[in-house]
Every structure is written in structure tokens, then in C-alpha cells.
């Protein structure tokens, strides 16, 4: 007989989203989709509606001016969470400079931030994230200040939607089929690992092409694979375009670039 672990939440009936009263205090990230309130799970809709405090990601220059505009996780959860129970943990999302001081001051605050919520009596606390809370996110960074404050606070996590997901449902170009690979790396690790990536058999997805997105495309014409190639910007907000790529796109630092592998017949790669 198959069982689970002695630590598996499954083996006491507790849903791993969600804490009981004997729990100890949880930190929840919950990945929102790329920006259509409706690509939510019915997980994450839950978790987000019974989180003692909802906290959603801004920039740190702007978070101190409450006419700030929400940002995308933030928008996408007003579609499911009152904005009383959302607050905003300022990140310094535009720093490129890697682990800089103002990137470690912001990570520390949002971390003690969170433990303060859980002093006051909080149990639960969702941190909304655009696609997958695994891929890419500031949760991750959150996650691991809160544990070195606090190591018996709970950490789980609930996958989303990536935008490689959504940019190939609305332009109709699978990600992978048969033996294709599926290489996903972001334009900010500079031109060489995608053109490694574009040279290989299967297909290629690039994140934050913004400022690089000549590079990009100077790589995909080199290989020949520009006319196949799928680019998305804003995927489920009001201005959002999914098209062929340009080569002076003004992009958005949240871009998805998909280059399909190339294909000659159907199950040519199995």
C-alpha cells in the first residue's frame, strides 16, 4: 500500500492552503496568473479568501505615495480580495544591479513586515504573485527572510498560470511535443545562454526581453527563427498585444518571448 510521509499535510486532512487553528503560522504564496483575474485556481481564490492579510508586491520608489497605481498581482486580486484586507510590501523591483543594498533593505522589511502580521495574531498570510510563485518570484525572497525570523512559520506555495502558458494558449502554438525540450531562461542573463537555447532542438521562452529586445532579435534572425516567433506583452490587461516580433517593440519589463521548435509534420518529434 502507498502512503505519505509523516510530515504530508494529506496524512491529517489539513489542505495544505489553508492553516488550522493548532497550525502554526503560515506564509502562502500564491501564484495569480499573468494578469487575467480569471486564470486564477479555485485553490488560490480560496487561500487569498480565508488569508488573515493579503500581502501583494509594489515598487519601493512609488510605495510611499498612496496614488500609486495597483500593480498587476495587486490588480488581479481586487477581483477576489476586498481591498481592506490587502496591504503592500514595497520591493525594489527595477534594481538591476543584483543583490544590492537597497534590494536586501527591501527584502528584510517585507520579511519583518509579515512577522509583525503574525505577531499581531495573523495565522495566515498570502503573498499574491504574477504566474507561479516557483518561477521567477519575489516570493521566493520573501520566503526565505521570513524563515530566518522566524523558522517554525509554515511555508506553502500555490502554482499559477505562467505567461508562457497563456501567450501559447491565445496565439495557438504548443509549447512541446514528442521529444522537444523546453528551455524558459530571462533575457537579463544576456545574449549567449538564449542563443544556446535557440540553437537546440526545441522550443525557447524568454522573460524580461524589455531592455535586451534588440539583442533578441538580432539572435533570432541569426538562427533563423524570427518569423516563427511569438511576443507578448501585458497578457490579460486591457493593453495587452500578442504578435509577431519587431524589432523596435518598446516592451515592458514583463514581456514573453516564445520561439515554437521547429516542426516539418505532425509528430515528427516522437
Not at 46 to 58: G, I, Q
Not at 176 to 201: I, N, S
Not at 250 to 262: D, F, G, K, M, N
Amino acid at each position: 500500500m502507498t502512503g505519505t510521509g509523516a510530515d504530508d499535510p494529506r496524512d491529517s486532512g489539513v489542505d495544505p492552503g489553508r492553516a488550522a487553528p493548532t497550525d502554526p503560522a503560515t506564509l502562502t504564496g500564491v501564484g495569480v496568473g499573468p494578469g487575467d483575474p480569471e486564470l486564477l485556481t479555485l485553490r488560490a481564490v480560496r487561500v487569498l479568501a480565508e488569508a488573515d492579510l493579503v500581502v501583494v508586491p509594489v515598487l519601493d520608489r512609488l510605495a510611499a505615495d498612496p496614488a500609486t497605481p495597483a500593480g498587476r498581482a495587486e490588480t488581479t486580486v481586487r477581483a477576489h480580495v476586498p481591498a481592506d484586507r490587502l496591504r503592500r510590501l514595497p520591493f525594489a523591483l527595477e534594481d538591476r544591479g543584483g543583490v544590492t543594498a537597497r534590494r536586501e533593505a527591501a527584502w528584510d522589511a517585507a520579511a519583518r513586515a509579515v512577522v509583525d502580521a503574525f505577531d499581531a495574531g495573523a495565522r495566515s498570510v498570502a503573498f499574491a504573485t504574477i504566474g507561479d510563485p516557483n518561477v521567477y518570484s519575489t516570493f521566493t525572497y520573501l520566503a526565505d527572510g521570513v524563515r530566518a525570523l522566524r523558522p517554525t512559520v509554515r511555508l506553502r506555495t500555490v502554482p499559477g498560470v505562467t505567461a508562457m502558458q497563456e501567450l501559447a494558449a491565445r496565439s495557438g502554438v504548443p509549447l512541446c511535443q514528442g521529444r522537444e525540450p523546453l528551455t524558459l531562461l530571462p533575457a537579463t542573463a544576456g545574449p549567449t545562454p538564449v542563443a544556446d537555447a535557440l540553437a537546440g532542438p526545441g522550443t525557447v521562452v524568454v522573460y524580461k526581453g524589455w531592455r535586451r529586445h534588440r539583442e533578441l532579435v538580432d539572435e533570432l534572425r541569426r538562427h533563423d527563427r524570427l518569423d516563427d516567433a511569438v511576443l507578448g506583452c501585458g497578457l490579460g490587461l486591457p493593453d495587452e498585444r500578442i504578435g509577431p516580433v519587431g524589432p523596435d517593440d518598446e516592451l515592458p519589463y514583463l514581456s514573453t518571448l516564445l520561439v515554437p521548435a521547429r516542426r516539418d509534420r505532425r509528430g515528427g518529434k516522437l
